[in-house]
């Protein structure tokens, strides 16, 4: 079975002192990223940043929905805090730092992935595959755990979902058995990436809508990548939206009424405008850089329509905005709009 299935200890996080431990209460920080930056060896030996300066946190029983573009480093990110990067790349700067709870034995860090196929093993049968990812202490009252797993994920025939192979499920129904597979471990986070990607749009909000009951309901700690931010106003409670490797702009979820950076605006106009009728959608002109050929400054000034001298000079600084938000945009980020 592949490494990536079961929960594990967040290899690339490191337990840390200022964090309490024991079971952490709704809202407490669980694990921390301060200034990560990822990156991997170019021909000629240089450094080529992928992700650079990120800092987020996760608290449990709540959601951060990563956004942007595709590229824009959210799987990067995410693979870095369970040190499950890509061979050749490397975190180059910045501290992952997590709870102690989180990294005990079975209380770590699940993923769940676009492609049940890099979870579910075509060969076993997926009650096995579910039992495997436990913790000994669960191991002994299997059965009974592994009914209440695939229950908890939605299925009214525990028995007979427990009895199939992957592929005698359907896409939706596949990615629900890769939910109870991370949730076996029991993991105090869940990454989830693209996890509704390949799945047609109602089994999408029906699998986004359990991931965040079951958020609610076990105290867990998410983080869920998507493009779809019609999903994200809905489900998710805090939201960092990416650019070229950066963090750009973040805050609850309600700053995608009123964004502020020209980037998530944009972002935010190229989304179809169902409710007022299909007009024509309104991207954001230009492309998203190639790695290596990032501009100097702010990564978003070449396709930006506000974009000014210093945009183009010196990266933009992170600034509060109130409400718990912050933007890294020295035209936006100054105070007014
Ligand atoms: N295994 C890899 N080897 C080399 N480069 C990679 C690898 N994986 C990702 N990259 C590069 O790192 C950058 C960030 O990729 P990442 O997969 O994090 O983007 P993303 O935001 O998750 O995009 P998407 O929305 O398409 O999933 C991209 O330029 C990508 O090409
Ligand atoms: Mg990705």
Same mark, same amino acid.
């Given at each position: 079975?592949s490494?990536?299935v ?10 840390d ?8 209460r709704?809202?407490e ?7 990560l930056c ?15 300066d ?5 608290r449990a029983?709540r959601?951060?929905?990563l ?14 805090l ?15 730092a997590?709870?102690p ?7 770590g860090l699940a993923?769940?992935f676009?492609?049940p196929?890099?979870c579910?093993d075509?060969?076993f049968r997926v009650g096995?595959q ?6 000994r202490a669960?191991?002994?009252?299997s ?8 229950e908890?994920?939605g299925?009214?025939?525990p ?21 109870a597979m *991370?949730? /076996?471990?029991r ?5 989830a990436? +693209?996890?509704?990607t %390949?799945? $047609?749009?109602?089994?999408q !909000?029906?699998?986004?809508r359990?991931?965040a009951?079951?958020?609610?309901k076990?105290?867990?700690a998410v983080?869920?990548?998507t493009h779809n ?5 809905e ?5 960092l ?15 995608l ?19 007022r009728?299909a007009g024509?959608l309104?991207?954001?002109p230009g ?8 501009p ?8 930006? *329509?506000l /974009? ?6 010196r990266?933009? +600084?992170w600034?509060? %905005?109130? $409400?718990?938000?912050?933007? !890294?945009?020295?035209v ?6």
């Open positions: 079975m490494a990536k079961n929960t594990m200890g967040a290899a690339g996080a490191r337990p002192a200022a964090f309490p431990s024991g079971a952490p709704a809202g920080t669980v694990l921390s990223v301060e200034g990822v990156g991997y060896r170019g021909e000629g030996g240089s450094r080529v940043p992928v992700v650079e990120v800092s987020f946190e996760l029983g959601m951060l929905a956004v942007g573009e595709s590229g824009c480093g959210k799987s990067v990110t995410a693979a870095a369970g040190g499950l990067l890509p061979r050749g790349m490397s975190v180059d700067g910045g501290k992952i997590a709870a709870g989180i990294l005990r034995a079975g209380r993923y769940v676009q492609d196929g890099q579910l075509p060969v096995r579910i039992v495997e990812a436990m913790p669960d191991r002994r009252r059965r009974e755990r592994l009914a209440e797993l695939l908890q994920v299925f009214h025939e028995e007979r979902v427990a009895r199939s192979y992957p592929h005698q499920l359907s896409g939706g129904m596949q990615q629900r058995a890769m939910l *991370a949730l /076996a471990g993991p105090r986070i869940l990454v990436d +693209e996890p509704t %390949a799945l $047609d749009v109602t089994v !909000a029906r699998l986004l359990l991931l009951d079951l958020q609610r076990e105290n867990l983080l869920l990548i931010l019609g999903v994200v106003a489900v998710a409670d805090e939201v939206v990416m650019y070229a490797g950066r963090a750009v702009e973040r805050g609850p979820v309600s700053m009424a009123s964004p502020r950076h020209p980037y998530v605006e944009g972002l935010l106009r190229a989304l179809p405008r169902l409710e009728g024509p309104e991207g954001i492309q998203v850089p190639a790695l290596g050929r990032r100097a400054g702010c990564p978003f000034h070449p396709r930006c *329509a /974009a000014r001298a210093e945009c183009r000079e990266v933009p +600084e600034r509060e %905005a109130g $409400d718990g938000r912050a933007l !890294a945009c020295w936006r980020g100054g105070g007014g709009r």
